[in-house]
């Protein structure tokens, strides 16, 4: 098993890992060392909390010892005993790997949600966000940066929406939507934002700022995507850069990759000093195990730095949902970059206001902010 290479990630010694499993330092040494059989089914999945690993992983890593079945099989067996039917159809029929593998995608399909995360203050978007939180601001043939993206993600075939409110949540108010409230968007960020709407991690989740527009193009991209956690990337992002006082590019949340796509940096990187692959675009995408691995993620990290700096957030109350990513990274969890296109635009300040308006006259779509009334007669 690879118990070793886990426990050395997360920075663990044997002994303090066992300590936290209640075995002994010898017995997990002899499991390490594979002089053991695999553990219980109790012992993994204390193994799993402690190292923040998928217990799956683990329990599948204990069923390749030959003539040995994975400790969780027989449960689930009992559990639902019709299972043995289809256990003896697949032997009955020789299904092939891929084919088992495109059923039990098709088994745990479920329909896409989305959670939109708007309860920041939008501060940098004075005058226009004093009366209004930033996704009602701005204004697109319209309609709010919030309700256009609302309609983007329901013609992508995504009805369950839910929004986190926080600052101005009153004007906020659009049918059909279930709302969060983050009651101190003064004092957190993105990352506190989210998990006001932790129940809504379970299956697959497309996450997205409501500081930006995208065409449907950006989010089928992400839809497509299977990877447990797939976060929107934008490898053509220097030339929006240029210029931008207000949001300078030290201000991005730019991403170094791996040549599997895989995220080796994410945040605010200096970019004058790494070479930095691509932008966050501030949307991602979960698979059900992607949101296990997430939530089991963001709650050993409040364990630990709750109360104190945690990755670039001197709080951990603070912290950008990529502070999160960039410490999962850092314990070798797998988030995979999405190359997508150009068509998204990040409207964080005035100034990224007037260039929008330029980018999107030349497009064809002007874009302009309603006045007051027009904002204050409209339900949203």
């Not at 994410?266 to 992607?290: D, N, P, Q, S």
């Not at 963001?298 to 730095?305: E, F, N, P, V």
Request: contains cysteine; proline residues 4%.
């Amino acid at each position: 098993m690879e118990i070793k290479t886990l426990r050395q990630k997360t920075g663990l010694s044997l002994r303090g890992l066992a300590q936290r499993v209640g075995v002994t330092s010898s017995y997990l040494s002899d499991i390490e060392s594979l002089h053991r059989k695999p553990p219980s089914k109790g012992v993994i999945q204390k193994l799993a909390a402690a190292l923040g690993a998928a217990e799956e992983d683990l329990f599948d890593l204990a069923g390749l010892e030959p003539d040995r079945i994975p400790p969780d099989v027989p449960g689930i067996v009992k559990a639902h005993p019709e299972s043995v039917n289809l256990l003896r159809a697949l032997q009955q029929h020789q299904a092939s790997a891929q084919r088992i593998r495109d059923l039990t995608k098709r088994i745990g399909s479920v329909e896409v949600k989305a959670v939109l995360l708007a309860a920041g203050l939008g501060s940098r978007l004075r005058p226009l966000t004093e009366d209004f939180p930033k996704c009602m601001a701005i204004v697109l043939n319209g309609k709010t940066l919030l309700q256009t993206q609302l309609e983007t993600l329901r013609s992508c075939r995504i009805g369950e929406i839910s929004v986190v409110r926080g600052y101005k949540a009153e004007k906020i108010n659009n049918p059909g939507v279930r709302y969060y409230e983050n009651p101190t968007p003064q004092t957190t960020n993105m990352l506190a934002s989210l998990f006001c709407a932790e129940e809504e991690l379970d299956g697959e989740v497309i996450i997205s700022y409501t500081d930006i527009w995208y065409e449907e193009a950006v989010v089928k991209r992400l839809l497509r995507c299977e990877k447990d956690i797939a976060i929107g990337v934008d490898i053509d992002w220097k030339d929006y850069y240029l210029g931008r006082k207000d949001h300078p590019i030290e201000e991005a949340e730019n991403v170094i990759f791996n040549s599997n796509n895989e995220v080796i940096k994410i945040g605010k990187i200096a970019a004058e000093k790494e070479e930095v692959h691509g932008e966050f675009i501030g949307m991602c995408k979960l698979t059900r195990r992607g949101c296990e691995i997430l939530r089991r993620h963001y709650h050993r990290a409040k364990a630990l730095y709750d109360g104190g700096p945690f990755q670039r957030a001197d709080q951990f109350q603070k912290a950008y949902l990529t502070d999160l990513f960039q410490e999962m990274a850092d314990l070798g969890v797998p988030i995979h970059c999405e190359i997508i296109g150009s068509g998204w635009k990040e409207i964080d300040t005035i100034e990224d206001f007037k260039k929008a308006v330029t980018v999107f006259q030349q497009k064809g779509s002007p874009l302009h902010v309603a006045t007051s009334n027009v904002r204050s007669n409209r339900r949203v």
